[in-house]
């Protein structure tokens, strides 16, 4: 099956301070990825949609330079979030769709969870 | 933006009873698909419907799509312990762009 490997799977960091979050498709390759993000108990918010080669895409309320989005290659796509907060404290997901193949449904990564201290 | 809404927000059965999960939504939609999340975890696809499609199962697992009623349904049969996780459903857009919009979910405990 299709593998999206997500890194760090966790991570502290002070606040004030960017922090970087890779998302990789490991088998296929990926035009698009998707960034989410899940506060405790809640569900997924779409945050953006990460274009290979192009601009992302923000959903509304989504601040594009807070969050960083780069998409440099089929294969990989990362997200900064950059001068962090507390309340920027999350579980961060990200999905991708395979490029070939017909697939409809999109996989994700195992997520990473953010601690703003 | 939240797509609409899970009912019922929790349930909690007994190992053996079936547990039945409702999803509704407001767009259009190419697809509905449902996810199992086990706490702080990833997502894992459960299963896809098509919006041409009425009913579909994947072993102990059986959806059902109503696009007049804009709402979906998730079976799963026979519980396990196991099947004690979050369960999202998740609409993909007309356009079939890839992007999905999730509901709120519904946590699900399955008592040994």
């Known amino acids: 099956g299709a593998v999206v490997s997500q890194h760090p799977s966790w991570v502290i960091c002070k606040s004030g301070t960017s922090v970087k979050i890779e998302c990789r498709s490991l088998d296929f390759q990926a035009t698009t990825m998707f960034w989410y993000r899940q506060f405790p108990k809640q569900s997924l918010m779409l945050m953006a949609t990460s274009n290979e080669g192009s601009k992302a895409t923000y959903e509304q309320g989504v601040e594009k330079d807070k969050f960083l989005i780069n998409h440099a290659s089929l294969t990989l796509s990362t997200l900064t979030v950059t001068s962090a907060h507390p309340e920027d404290s999350s579980f961060y997901i990200c999905?991708?769709?395979?490029?070939?193949?017909?697939?409809?449904?999109?996989?994700f990564g195992q997520g990473t969870r953010l601690t703003v201290v | 933006s939240q797509q609409g809404e899970e009912d019922p927000q929790a349930l909690s059965i007994q190992e053996g009873e079936n547990a039945t999960m409702n999803c509704s939504y407001k767009?259009?939609?190419?697809?509905l698909q449902w996810y199992r999340q086990n706490s702080g975890r990833g997502l894992v696809h459960l299963i896809l419907i098509r919006s041409n499609e009425r009913e579909k199962h994947s072993g102990r697992l059986r959806v059902t799509l109503d696009t007049s009623k804009k709402s979906s349904s998730l079976l799963i049969t026979a519980s396990r312990a196991a099947d004690t996780a979050s369960y999202f459903c998740?609409?993909?857009?007309?356009?079939?762009?890839?992007?999905?919009?999730f509901g709120q979910g519904t946590t699900l405990q399955v008592k040994p």
């Open positions: 999905s991708a769709r395979p490029l070939t193949g017909g697939r409809t449904e999109a996989f």
């Open positions: 998740a609409t993909g857009l007309s356009g079939n762009t890839g992007k999905l919009i």
């Open positions: 767009t259009s939609i190419n697809n």
